[in-house]
């Protein structure tokens, strides 16, 4: 049995946990479901201040298997990020308080501040948003941490790849065999390990398409260390998905225009590329759900299918 009322309502010893959090005379007055993660579930909790202004935090919490399993880790990664970002220029959430192990709260919980701004996933003024994503995935690899998150973990195997319904099998029977190889040597990078458009937010009313700015990036549960490659690489799987194949292919040239280093040899941007890419193979659905709710409604699993299809193409035919 759960305690867990309403769309928006927070379990009664999260909320006792939050409650805790807040200064003194302030007080919760409204929560509200976030909507668009797959992982976890996330509410804005308004908080009143004495003086009677508001403010907004945000509550993660780990709840369905096998993400609830992994909780512990995961949330120590976001606290370790959030803490580390704190004051760099690169626009996370602030930390306020975390329970990896659900001592407090029913479930694991990490509590942060909350950004302003949206999600942007339509097509229009996708050249400019490209890169200003570009611009800020770069800053984000600058980063130095005196202690290095957990290094990465490749998301598929050559062996668990299933093309999708009508594929192209030449090209993906050529594709799995690239990643059945070794990895490439790489130079070590700070890694979000999950930067996508679903997970930066923009300015909710720019002045113009060139005042356009990004607010805030976030969900930094996955972040790791590894090759700048797979950063570039996933962000590109997702405009292909999102916009098609010839926006994942831009992506990366827009990463090294904004000052981005990849992989010196093409076989190597290959490897990384295609080890990403091939791990939304089986998962369409998945991914194309929150897509659709957020309004891009022609999003279905079978037109994103076809999207991936075109995609490893296009990687194969550039970089093979």
């Keep these: ?3 867990y009322k309403g769309d928006g309502a927070v379990r009664p010893s999260a909320l006792a946990w939050v409650e805790r959090q807040l200064d003194s005379g302030e007080r919760i007055v409204a929560t509200e479901a976030l909507h668009g993660g797959i992982t976890a579930e996330m509410r804005r909790l308004t908080v009143r201040e004495r003086d009677g202004a508001t403010r907004d935090l945000v509550l993660r919490t780990f709840v369905a298997p096998p993400f609830v399993d992994q909780a512990e880790d995961l949330l120590n990664r976001e606290a370790e990020a959030l803490t580390l970002l704190a004051g760099t220029g690169v626009p996370a959430p602030a930390l306020v308080a975390a329970d990896p192990k659900a001592a407090w709260c029913a479930y694991p919980s990490l509590l942060m501040t909350h950004l302003a701004g949206r999600t942007v996933l339509d097509d229009e003024g996708l050249e400019r948003r490209v890169a200003l994503l570009a611009r800020q995935l770069v800053a984000i690899h600058a980063r130095r941490p005196a202690r290095r998150p957990p290094e990465y973990e490749a998301w598929t195997t050559a062996d668990a790849v299933v093309p999708p319904r009508g594929a192209d099998a030449v090209a993906w029977t050529a594709a799995t065999e690239v990643i059945r190889g070794p990895a490439p040597p790489y130079e070590g990078r700070f890694l979000h390990r999950d930067f996508h458009p679903g997970n930066v937010l923009f300015d909710a009313s720019p002045p113009s398409a060139d005042g356009l700015r990004i607010t805030g ?3 930094w549960v996955q972040t ?3 090759p700048a490659d797979l950063d570039v690489a996933h962000c590109s799987s997702n405009l292909a998905l999102l916009h098609g194949p010839a926006w994942g292919l831009r992506f990366a040239e827009a990463y090294e225009e904004a000052g981005g280093v990849q992989a010196a040899a093409p076989d190597e941007r290959l490897y990384w590329r295609l080890l990403d890419a091939l ?8 991914v194309a759900r929150p897509w659709r709710e957020a309004g891009r409604a022609e999003l279905t699993a079978r037109v994103v299918e076809e999207r991936l299809d075109g995609y490893v193409s296009a990687l194969l035919d550039t970089l093979a």
Excluded: H, I, K, N
């Excluded at 791990?279 to 998945?286: H, K, L, N, V």
């Design 224 to 226: 790791s260390w590894g």
């Design 1 to 3: 049995m759960t305690d």
């Design 217 to 219: 990036v976030v969900d």
């Design 279 to 286: 791990a939304f193979a089986g998962g369409t659905e998945w």
